[in-house]
């Protein structure tokens, strides 16, 4: 029964923690065009410069 009163704390820390990381990647952009990079492999760039070796 004592080891709720560390795994409580310890939980609440956790989903905190948890709720704060998914708040930034909100705020970051990180969820802004999910499907943009999978379309950008799909499609050819041909305005792409040419490495020479000189």
């Known amino acids: 029964m004592e080891i ?3 795994l ?3 939980s ?3 989903i905190g923690l ?3 990381a ?3 990647a909100i705020n970051a952009g ?3 065009d999910l ?3 999978a379309h950008e492999i799909l499609m050819d ?3 792409l410069p040419s490495s020479k070796d000189n």
Request: aromatic share 20%; no cysteine; hydrophobic share 60%.
């Open 45 to 47: 760039n041909d305005n």
């Open 22 to 24: 998914f708040l930034w």
């Open 35 to 37: 499907e943009g990079p």
């Open 18 to 20: 948890i709720i704060w």
């Open 4 to 6: 709720l009163f560390l």
């Open 12 to 14: 609440l820390i956790l």
């Open 8 to 10: 409580i704390p310890i």
């Open 30 to 32: 990180q969820f802004d």
